[in-house]
Structures are given as C-alpha cells and as structure tokens.
C-alpha cells in the first residue's frame, strides 16, 4: 500500500495537468460546433471542398458533422491520441523511473518482490487512466448537452468511454512491457512515442487507401470507430476482446522480464 | 556461523567483467571490509548478494538462505546503504525515512530523531536541497532505522567530513556491538584498519586475499626509512625480504619481512643521519599486493 499512495502522490500533478488539458480541449472544440451550427453554413458542403487527404488527418470522414453526435464522434481519434499517449507514457514511465531516478537500490533492496512493486504501480496506472476517462466523460457530457438543448447523449458517449478505456488499459501495458524491456526510461518513451504515432498515421493511411484496408488489424487506433459509437450506439465486442487479451499478455510480458532484470544504480 | 557465503560468484554484464569467481564467508558479529579500487566489482557483488542483480554463475547464501529464492525474506533483517544515494528528490527528509520504515515490520520510529540527532541532519528540508554529505546521512538513517541484523554498506564515508565519518564510525560499532553483522565495502583503507576484524581484496573482479586484519598488519612487514650522510651503495639491499624499494637522493625507504639482523649487518660501517623502522600503513601493504598482482 505504501507504494501505492507513493506513486498516486507523485503522479497527481501530472494528471491534473492532463485531465485540464482535455477539458480544454473538448470545451474548445464544441466551441467550433457551436461557430458553425449558429452561422448557419452547410459544414458538410465546406469540407467537401477540403482534399481527403486531410480529412483522414482530422479525422473527418463520412459522417455528418452538422449534427452534434457526428461533430461529437471525430473528437474519438484526438481523445485516443492523447489518452494513448497519456497511458503509454505512464506505463513506460512507472516501470522504469525508480532506475532513472537511481532509487532503484533503495526500493528494490527492501523486503519487496519485484511484483509486489509493479502492481502497485500498475494500479496507480488504472486509477490515472480511468480519472482521465471519467473527466472525459463528465466534459463530453456537459459540453455536448450545453449545445443539444439539454441532452448529454449520457448512453453513448459512456459507450465511447468504454472503447477508450480498453484503449488507454492496452497502451498502459503496452508501455509497461516496454519500460520492462528497454534499458532505460529515456529509450523506453522514446519508443513509445514512436509506436503510438505510428499506430496514428497507420489508420490515417488506412482512411487514405482503401486497397491497404487490411493494415487496419495493425493498428490499435481502428479497433473501434467514433461514429459507430456515437450514430449507431454499437461497440465492437471482437476489439474489446482482442486488446484485452494484448493487455493480458503484455502485462504478463512486463512482469516476467522485470522479475529478471538487472537493475541499474 | 557465517551470515554471508559467496561461492564462485561470477557475474558478467554482456561480455563485459564485473566479477569472477568471488568466494567468501562474512562471520556472525564482525565487522568485514571490502577493499578495492574503483570498479574492481565490490558494488557487483554487494547488489548480487541483495538480488539487484543476478548472478552469471555461482551461489551465495545470507543467513543460512539462497539470497535469491529468499531475497525478500532475508531483505528483512538486511540493512543496506547504496553507495550513490539520491532517492526521492521532491519528497522531505523526513517522509523519505518514514517511507523506508514503512517497509518493515515493527520499527522504532524515535530512533528517527535520535539518529538525526547524532548525525546532525534536518529531517524537514527536501533532498534536493541537500549537499551530498547529508544526502549520505540520509541513506545511512534509513539503513540502520530497522535495526538489521545485517548491516551492508557500500562506500559509505565518501561525502562526510572527518568528523562526522568519526560518528558514523562509532554509530556502526555500537550496532555491531548490539550484534549486528557488517559488511563494509571502501576503497580507503585506514577506514578499515581501525574498524574490522577482517578483509576481503578484490582487485579486477577477482579475490586476491582473504585476512585478519590483525595477521595482515603482524605480518612481520616492518617499514625501513634510512638517511645516509652522504654517498651509499644501494646494492646492499638488493637480498630476499625486501620490498616496495624507493630511493629519494639520500633517504631509503622499503618493506622488510624476515630477519631483521640482515637489514643491521646490512648496514655495517655506513654513517646513518636517520633511521626510522615502522609498523606499515594497510595502505603500504596492499599497495604491496596490488603491485605483486601485476
């Protein structure tokens, strides 16, 4: 336990830090809902103009976004960047800090096992990623009912939290398992930074070329997609299960090479 | 009883050496060095024995246990002081021992103050304002806080002004007179001399010595400083039992073990200015054996 509230401590800025940052983002954004639906412009006629391109890049493909749920669903790709990274970097962080910061022979000659470090850790992971879930949620919510005469579409958009939290519990674990791994935390976020852009330009590229639809399985970032979510009110079950079966074993990775690693003064 | 015993320890990092074959037993009660230079493997061994690091081959068991099957349950009466100490640096002095502490079993919180008292460390400031003497003071505190039975310290006066390394050096001793085991790794030798019974020298990842301080310091090595008037033959000390020979213009120094009438014949019908003869410095001895080895 007295990990635990060790780590919850530490981390407690830096979430606060990132939970404002995504309030900001979804009040900035609904902002713009709220620029076009009272100037009155046909939105969907405007971007028909814009190269596809950099409609894939913004993540505004076939839905109709002068509808508030359709506005609402290309926020999706931006929350799973930013939580993405946001738990990439937390897991690939919390592994291997103790060595960064050389109290590694300080925590790790007491009587712990090596697990009995990282679970606590891990959880702390949990508890930060689902904090940044809820206040996704709560801001959705209220931006989306302060421009839908009242309605915070509550069942879909908890929907579309469910299909970012298997997210965000896949990249914890996907960077726990690289902070595992890698030699030192430097290398470890760097690498995790790689792999969460790339997962993003991947579906970009799968939006671009639709003869590269089958890469669409290489990237965690197509597993689920904002308008099927928000419009149609469905969540993939076969993405649930398969990013939480990655979870299990990445998380199961990360345990097995840390307890056999050689830690660094 | 031995409270630690290595056998052929042996630990490579890739196909870089860190130690080689080391072997040997730390017994109930005493206070046992650890000499080397740097980067001759006294941290290897010390981070294998707490499980930090694993062993390339070779065994090593403390209280009786294989230090790595049982390294939590032996971590449980092991005190341990890293030789670079930085911990948590946002955090206070105080939270960081209350931290420690929080990983053992009925701990002795006044001896926070008390211990502080005696090194003289403010418990309120945060680590990252303290110079890196009381950042050792720190990790010194939080090693002893749980009254270990076993006591490991890995270059631990690098930091402290000699009069503080006087009270740590008392603080270790009373532990140890209350029964704790030491284990107490330096490359500064006269540390040593005053606090243990015996030594371990470990030079380029090897053993070179096991000994009792005392035969090592008894071993019939007597320090010669003689100042001639004048010119002399120097190869008149040029015989079996003479070591570490230095000239400097007219003063001879050197290690002799053996007969000391041979050094006297030796010197028949020289005028002498000066003799001195000398129990020698540990630091002259291993110096002797660092310079045998190469």
Redo the contacts between chains.
Sequence with gaps: M?IFF?ELK?NFKSLLIWCLAQFFIIYAGMLKYQGFSSSGVDINKLLEGFPKGLMAVFGVGSVDVSKVAGFYSVFFLYFMLLAGVHAIMFGAVVVSKEER??????L??????RY?VITPKLLVGVVNILIFNLVTFAASVFFIALYNNGDGLVDKVALTMVALFVLQLFFLALGAMLGAVLKTTKLATSVSAFFVLGAFFLSVTVDLYNNLEFLKYLTPFKYFEGKVLMLDGTISLSSVGILLVLTFILTSLSYIVFN?R??T? | MNVIEINQLTKYYGKHRGIENVSFCVEEGEIFGFIGPNGAGKSTTIRTLLSLIYPTSGTATIFGKDCIKFGREIRKDIGYLPSEVFYYEHMKVIDVLKYSASFYDHVDMTRIDTLAETLDLDLHKRIDDLSSGNKKKVGIIQGLLHEPKLIILDEPTSGLDPLMQQKFFELIKDENKKGATVLFSSHILTEVQNLCTRVAIIKDGSIIKVENIHDLRENNYKKFTIEFQGAFDMSRFKFAGITNLTQEETTVHFLFRGNINKVINSLQGQVLHNLLVEEPSLEEIFMHYYQKED
Aim: no cysteine; hydrophobic share 25%.
């Design positions: 007295n060790r530490g910061d050389h109290s590694a022979d300080f790790f000659s007491k009587p712990v096992k009995q056999q050689d830690l003064t």
